[in-house]
């Protein structure tokens, strides 16, 4: 595994625009899947965006049209295009990657940023 840290949290209003990224720590070769959860307060961590290797992405309901995950693989690091954010997108966001000896799921989180959403 390999560790990552994310970027770019902070406070926003109603309506406005964050862009999180995710880069590891040290060397890595490649990672396959790579995505990003969150966690809200008293709430269970949930899924919010997958994107492949060869940069296929999958949205979940409550973020689609709004979030945009893209991915660099010559640096390895993973982004997270925010807009018309809600109040209830405020959560500590997380990145998480596959890494090519990941066996059934991420094997690499970050620590979190905190994302808040002002109505």
């Known amino acids: 595994q390999v560790q990552l840290v994310e970027s770019g949290g902070g406070l926003v209003q109603a309506g406005g625009s964050l862009r999180l990224s995710c880069a590891p720590s040290g060397s890595i070769s490649r990672f396959n899947s790579m995505g990003w959860f969150r966690e809200a307060p008293g709430e269970q961590r949930e899924w919010v965006a997958v994107?492949?290797?060869?940069?296929?992405?999958n949205y979940a309901h409550f973020v689609q049209g709004r979030f945009t995950i893209s991915r660099d693989n010559l640096k390895n690091t993973v982004s997270l295009q925010m807009n018309s954010l809600k109040p209830e997108d405020t959560a500590v966001y997380y990145c998480a990657a596959e890494t090519i000896y990941a066996v059934g799921g991420y094997d690499s989180w970050g620590q979190g940023t905190q994302v808040t959403v002002s109505s």
């Open positions: 994107i492949s290797y060869a940069g296929t992405t």
